[in-house]
């Protein structure tokens, strides 16, 4: 009897890995779904209602192929990207004032009229740094008035030097346009600048601007700057 219970118990163990097979199959299926699928060795069985297939791209997911190919394709876009900059060149200058004087250089080059006996390049430099310090380091303290506005620019050293030279040269240049009056009286420290218009509209149109942007108006400046480099004076 022993013997008999002892044969049954064996033979009860040497069947459950095969009846659990299909269970755990079902059970990997049952979580895939129809759109996921399992890696079985190098071909790929995908889970459904019409059974297994086998899945291309060896063995790899459907959407991880998409991704894959995806991937190449922008790769390869960024490899022509970096072929087509091979051997460009930079177009900015890297510093304001230096591609100011560089546009200046192609003018002159380019005219077979300029004399170059007269041409200064370090005045043309001096009057660029005179704008950036009347730009960027001058005091401008502005008031508006009902036609236009009224500024104390002030500074010291370099600074004050910069505006004594530019404040009142661009005042005249731009007395008269659209109508303005502009012009400008001493401080001790600076000069005062005053913006004014009889036309109410114009007045608003002053006011808006403001000092630097009073300066910064019309074409005057780049014609100075190459009438500056050519050793003239407008």
Request: charge should be negative; charged fraction near 20%; aromatic fraction near 2%.
């Amino acid at each position: 009897m022993r013997r008999l219970v002892a044969t049954a118990v064996t033979l009860a163990l040497l069947a459950a890995p095969v009846l659990a097979q299909p269970a755990v199959e079902g059970h990997i299926q049952g979580q895939a779904g129809d759109s996921d699928s399992v890696q079985s060795g190098p071909m790929q069985i995908q889970s459904g209602s019409t059974g297994t297939r086998p899945m291309h791209n060896e063995g790899m997911p459907r959407h991880s192929a998409q991704m894959h190919r995806m991937g190449m394709h922008h790769a390869d876009r960024g490899t022509a990207s970096s072929r087509d900059e091979v051997g460009a060149v930079p177009t900015q200058p890297g510093q304001g004032a230096f591609g100011a004087v560089q546009e200046v250089v192609r003018i002159l080059e380019a005219d077979p009229a300029t004399d170059w006996s007269k041409v200064s390049l370090d005045a043309l430099r001096e009057h660029l740094i005179d704008m950036e310090e009347v730009t960027l380091h001058a005091d401008a303290a502005v008031q508006h008035m009902d036609d236009g506005i009224q500024v104390a620019v002030t500074g010291q050293g370099r600074t004050l030097d910069a505006i004594r030279r530019m404040v009142p040269a661009d005042a005249r240049h731009l007395n008269g346009q659209n109508g303005w009056t502009v012009r400008t009286t001493d401080l001790p420290n600076g000069v005062m600048l005053i913006a004014t218009s009889n036309d109410p509209k114009q007045a608003t149109i002053i006011r808006g601007l403001g000092f630097i942007g009073v300066l910064a108006s019309g074409n005057y400046h780049q014609e100075h700057h190459l009438m500056v480099a050519r050793g003239r004076h407008m």
